[in-house]
């Protein structure tokens, strides 16, 4: 979303959709801010311009906004229909959207899903394709980009998930860093080697207009405690990457410090190839080039 966050000038108004405490931070744009959930957050003095709204209903005049950031909010809406037509209505025609949505046939949204009872998720995206091209016809809004979303389990984290069930997250090492590493270098080697999508959350999508380029490149390195993700590559320039003894190499997360299994993402240079092809197929393992 940052190619949009940052190329608005002063002046221009973003809309963050569903935001919950916010998509991201008031510092990464020029431009204003309004944050807009269902819920309002405990403490409203220390959040800027927030509206308390349904989304389906939005309170705000015709083209109102410059861009709108739904980030992994759209699965959470009850009336879908009518919030992509109520976005369309309150952005700019020139304007820009971001939509972030989990793949709900991967691993990681079932798990989510079974964990949390469904977790707030009432809308199921499977295709790429199919969730971009219905995307771009409710709101009119030009699909530009898609993007692939790598997961490393981080809503298990014990310091993350208030709300799960102990019990059964047992069965998943009860949540303690040291089983997420595990996972998550398990399931970059799985990819890697067996060509399967263990590691996929989902996708982001651009829409509108965007100025400069956009990043489409799948950054598989992702925090098991925060998860941010990174590219392979800023990682080793930044000297975050170290080999231990036994040869496992480990990146120290940018963002918060924590310690993760580091997977090179130059094998994943096809897979944002492969999502959107199975448009076609309906086969999720297509095979490499
Ligand atoms: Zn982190």
């Not at 819920?39 to 410059?66: H, I, M, S, W, Y």
């Not at 310091?159 to 970059?188: C, D, I, Q």
């Not at 829409?207 to 098991?224: A, H, L, M, S, Y």
């Amino acid at each position: 979303m940052h190619e949009i966050l940052r190329t608005l000038p002063a002046g221009a108004l973003i809309l963050d959709l569903g935001c919950a405490l916010g998509s991201f931070a008031e510092t990464a744009t020029l431009a204003a801010v309004v944050r807009m959930d269902r819920e309002a957050p405990r403490d409203l003095a220390d959040f800027g311009r927030f509206a308390q709204a349904d989304a389906a209903r939005l309170p705000f005049r015709d083209r109102t906004f410059d861009a709108v950031i739904a980030n992994h909010s759209l699965e959470h809406f009850d009336n879908l229909g009518c919030v992509l037509r109520e976005i369309r209505r309150v952005t700019h025609p020139n304007g820009a959207l971001f939509v972030a949505v989990p793949d709900a046939t991967t691993l990681t949204d079932r798990l989510y899903r079974w964990l949390a009872r469904g977790g707030g998720h009432v809308n199921s995206f499977t295709s790429a394709w199919k969730t971009a091209s219905a995307i771009e016809e409710a709101t009119g809004f030009r699909h530009v980009a898609t993007k692939v979303l790598c997961s490393s389990l981080s809503f298990l984290n014990r310091g993350n998930s208030l709300r799960l069930l102990p019990r059964r997250l047992l069965l998943f090492g009860g949540g303690y860093e040291w089983s997420l590493f595990f996972y998550a270098w398990l399931f970059r080697r799985l990819d890697r080697y067996l060509n399967t999508r263990m590691s996929v959350y989902g996708w982001a999508f651009y829409f509108g207009r965007i100025q400069g380029p956009i990043d489409t490149e799948t950054w598989v390195n992702v925090c098991i405690r925060c998860g941010s993700a990174s590219p392979a590559s800023l990682l080793i320039r930044r000297e975050l990457v170290r080999r231990t003894l036994v040869g496992v190499h480990i990146f120290r997360c940018p963002d918060c410090g924590a310690d993760n299994p580091f997977a090179d993402d130059v094998w994943a240079a096809d897979w944002l190839r492969r999502e959107m092809m199975r448009r076609t197929s309906g086969d999720p393992t297509l095979p490499r080039n």
